[in-house]
Every structure is written in structure tokens, then in C-alpha cells.
């Protein structure tokens, strides 16, 4: 690893102000959709439930469940970081392609593209482009190896292209592998309980590397377990995790974190009736590391399109 790391700046006082401020925002959605979920109804049926693979969403739930997509179905995903108005003067707009070769093995590529909000010190566009390359692969294994816990595997990979501003990368390839496993409790209908293990190898790319706090930014190995409450349209997640480079990395550091978020699945109503499926993910995170203790919320929009679905529609195969 290159020695030259930058450390991100903390905001300035004003933009200190506006983020709690969208905290407050943030955290009041939170307990609202908290409220909302103990006092509905039994959950829905599987269709309506946010499955495996919309529930991890980056800065939301991070940790990959065992489901993948169902066979031939090709996903369209958009997730812009809404949270980027108050804290960067990037908008971060991360678009992919997400396929199920299989029943159980699915494929997702993408990009992420950004471009200046004109909220912060750069005008509205003044700047813009690509800054990453993302490649992933999951394969579910099942119960295989396991009686009741459902497991899965898989690889991400993630390289920043052209040369992006500090804001949106911190200028590092990572290559990360992880399994996963989940178990849905029987005395607690709807709730499952779950836990990862991976590792994250590191390399840099000639450009500058700048780290928020507590990353660790080197070779590091990680456990994560958590639970899962899933209700008609909504999922409710908490995920503890610990991260450290001492076995694998050439720096002694170390992250604790803990993360309840709410996954809402949006009705129609609430999207003008728009295609696709609609999530608001919204998350509050608390972690102590090397660099000290941090506190942040998150709140991201996803919207999931079935793209093989809306090109049949769009170009319907001829009948004689």
C-alpha cells in the first residue's frame, strides 16, 4: 500500500449544520416507518416482500443475503445518494446490470457515474463523469452445506476509472470475497437471523488516495451477523460488524460498527405509478475505529427495473 493517504477533512460549520439537520430528517423517517411496521398488519405475501437481492443497498444494509435473482431475469438498478446534496459536491449516480444466469447464480455489472449538484463549491454540472467500474457475481448455495441456513458466495470487484474527484473515490481497487449465511426463525415468523465472513484485498491505482473516517483503506478480513425483520412492503435491519487489517494488511487497524436501517418497498401511489420497483432505504450508523468514534445517517433512493420484461413490451416478438 502506498503510504501517501490523505485522511478526508471534517464539513465545514455550515455544512456541519445542514447535516444534522437531514440527520433530524433522516431519523424522524426512521422511527416513523418503525412505528408504522409494529403496528401493521401480518406481512404480505413474498411478492410484496423486498427480496434478497433489492435489501442490500450501499450505506443502507451493506451486507449480501444468500438470494439471487430468479433465472434469465435481467435487472436494470439506478441508486442516486441523495445524501450527497449535504455532504460532497458530487451527486453520486450508480447505475448496473443485474442478471440471473441461473437460479441460483446471478451477474450484476456497472458504472458510477457523478456529476457537481451545484449545492456545494461547484456549480450545477461544472463537473462530471465516470468514476468506477463495478463487477460482482453471487452463487446460492442453499442448504447444502448446512441444514436450515441458506448460504451463499460471492466476489466483488471495484476499480475507479478516469480521474474522479476526491469526493467520490478514495482513489483504491478493491477486490472482495465474502459467504454469507441466513436462517429464518421458526418461533418468530418473518424474522431471520444472519451473518457474513470476507475479506477485502486492496491495491492502489496511481491516484490519490483519500479515506473518510474510520476507513480502513488496506488488506483487511471482516465478520458481520445481524437480523432481519421483514413486514408487508418494509424491512427492518440491524447489522453489527468488525473489520481489521492486523491478520492480512501492513497498517494495525481496526472498525466496530452497528447499523438499523428500514427498506421501504413504494407503493405505486406514492411513484406516480411509475415502472419499476421503487425503495427508500434509510439508516443511521454508529462506529468506533482507529481514527475515533462516528456517527452518520443515510438515506438512498433505489429504483429496480425488469428490463427484460419492458423490452418484450417495447419489441414484442412477431406471431404468424
Known amino acids: 500500500m502506498n503510504s501517501n493517504v490523505t485522511r478526508r477533512l471534517q464539513p465545514t460549520p455550515d455544512r456541519y449544520s445542514l447535516e444534522k439537520s437531514f440527520g433530524r430528517l433522516l431519523l424522524a423517517v426512521l422511527l416513523f416507518q418503525l412505528v408504522s411496521g409494529l403496528r401493521a398488519q401480518s406481512a404480505g405475501t413474498e411478492e410484496t416482500k423486498v427480496s434478497d437481492d433489492d435489501m442490500q443497498i450501499d450505506g443502507v444494509f451493506n451486507s449480501a443475503l444468500p438470494g439471487t435473482v430468479k433465472?434469465?431475469?435481467?435487472?436494470?438498478?439506478?441508486?442516486?445518494?441523495?445524501?450527497?446534496?449535504?455532504?460532497?459536491?458530487?451527486?453520486?449516480?450508480?447505475?448496473?446490470?443485474?442478471?440471473?444466469?441461473?437460479?441460483?447464480?446471478?451477474?450484476?455489472?456497472?458504472?458510477?457515474?457523478?456529476?457537481?449538484?451545484?449545492?456545494?463549491?461547484?456549480?450545477?454540472?461544472?463537473?462530471?463523469?465516470?468514476?468506477?467500474?463495478?463487477?460482482?457475481?453471487?452463487?446460492?448455495i442453499g442448504?447444502?452445506?448446512?441444514?436450515?441456513?441458506?448460504?451463499?458466495?460471492?466476489?466483488?470487484?471495484?476499480?475507479?476509472?478516469?480521474?474522479?474527484?476526491?469526493?467520490?473515490?478514495?482513489?483504491?481497487?478493491?477486490?472482495?470475497?465474502?459467504?454469507?449465511?441466513?436462517?429464518e426463525?421458526?418461533?418468530?415468523?418473518?424474522w431471520r437471523v444472519f451473518w457474513n465472513v470476507g475479506a477485502d484485498d486492496v491495491s492502489t491505482t496511481g491516484?490519490?488516495?483519500?479515506?473518510?473516517?474510520?476507513?480502513?483503506?488496506?488488506?483487511?478480513?471482516?465478520?458481520t451477523g445481524g437480523v432481519v425483520w421483514q413486514r408487508a412492503h418494509h424491512s427492518y435491519t440491524f447489522e453489527a460488524s468488525y473489520a481489521t487489517t492486523r491478520l492480512t494488511g501492513i497498517r494495525n487497524r481496526d472498525v466496530f460498527s452497528i447499523r438499523p436501517g428500514i427498506i421501504w418497498k413504494l407503493p405505486k401511489k406514492y411513484t406516480f405509478n411509475a415502472k419499476g420497483d421503487w425503495f427508500l432505504g434509510v439508516s443511521t450508523r454508529v462506529s468506533h475505529g482507529t481514527d475515533g468514534s462516528d456517527f452518520g445517517l443515510s438515506g438512498k433512493l433505489r429504483v429496480s427495473f425488469n428490463f427484460k420484461q419492458w423490452w418484450r413490451s417495447k419489441f414484442p416478438k412477431e406471431t404468424n
Open 185 to 190: 426463525l421458526e418461533s418468530l415468523p418473518d
Open 71 to 140: 433465472k434469465h431475469r435481467v435487472k436494470l438498478l439506478f441508486r442516486p445518494h441523495f445524501g450527497d446534496f449535504h455532504r460532497k459536491d458530487y451527486l453520486r449516480v450508480p447505475l448496473s446490470l443485474r442478471y440471473g444466469i441461473t437460479g441460483q447464480w446471478e451477474v450484476t455489472g456497472g458504472v458510477e457515474g457523478y456529476f457537481s449538484h451545484g449545492f456545494g463549491d461547484k456549480n450545477w454540472f461544472e463537473k462530471n463523469g465516470f468514476s468506477s467500474l463495478n463487477l460482482s457475481t453471487k452463487y446460492r
Open 207 to 223: 491516484r490519490p488516495v483519500v479515506l473518510e473516517k474510520n476507513d480502513l483503506g488496506d488488506d483487511s478480513v471482516n465478520v
Open 143 to 183: 442448504q447444502r452445506l448446512w441444514a436450515h441456513w441458506d448460504t451463499g458466495v460471492g466476489v466483488d470487484y471495484r476499480t475507479p476509472v478516469s480521474s474522479p474527484p476526491s469526493d467520490v473515490s478514495d482513489g483504491l481497487r478493491h477486490l472482495s470475497y465474502y459467504a454469507s449465511f441466513s436462517r
